[in-house]
Nanobody
Framework: VQLQASGGGLVQPGGSLRLSCAAS????????MGWYRQAPGKQRELVAV???????KYADAVKGRFTISRDNAKKTVYLQMNSLKPEDTAVYYC????????????????WGQGTLVTVSS
């Protein structure tokens, strides 16, 4: 199983970016999908998570600015980031809770490789 994240880059304060993360491999089903971020010198923190029933949860710092969504047919999770601030600068990691075709009784935790978001003028 692989999670491939994309969409990071350099954006000015107030701008927008959309991150994508596609899962591939021998996947039976995906439970929660989420985004985390890690700024320089800080611990990794939850940004947003979405369940397979489309329930969502956001960090207080991004509520009202970021929107998480998913496309189950494409096994992809998205993070629409609007009104970006310099403090949003971080490496963003996607995460998925996955049941495998050959081990359906267990749920495995997978991480993407990270994509850098830099908010600066």
């Amino acid at each position: 199983v692989q999670l491939q994240a994309s969409g990071g880059g350099l954006v000015q304060p107030g701008g927008s970016l959309r991150l994508s993360c596609a899962a591939s491999g021998s996947i039976l089903s995906i439970n929660d999908m989420g985004w985390y971020r890690q700024a320089p010198g800080k611990q990794r923190e939850l940004v947003a998570v979405i369940s397979n029933g489309d329930s969502t949860k956001y960090a207080d710092a991004v509520k009202g600015r970021f929107t998480i969504s998913r496309d189950n047919a494409k096994k992809t999770v998205y993070l629409q980031m609007n009104s970006l601030k310099p403090e949003d600068t971080a490496v963003y990691y996607c995460n998925s809770q996955i049941r495998l075709l050959l081990d359906y009784q267990s749920i495995y935790n997978y991480w993407g490789q990270g994509t850098l978001v830099t908010v600066s003028s």
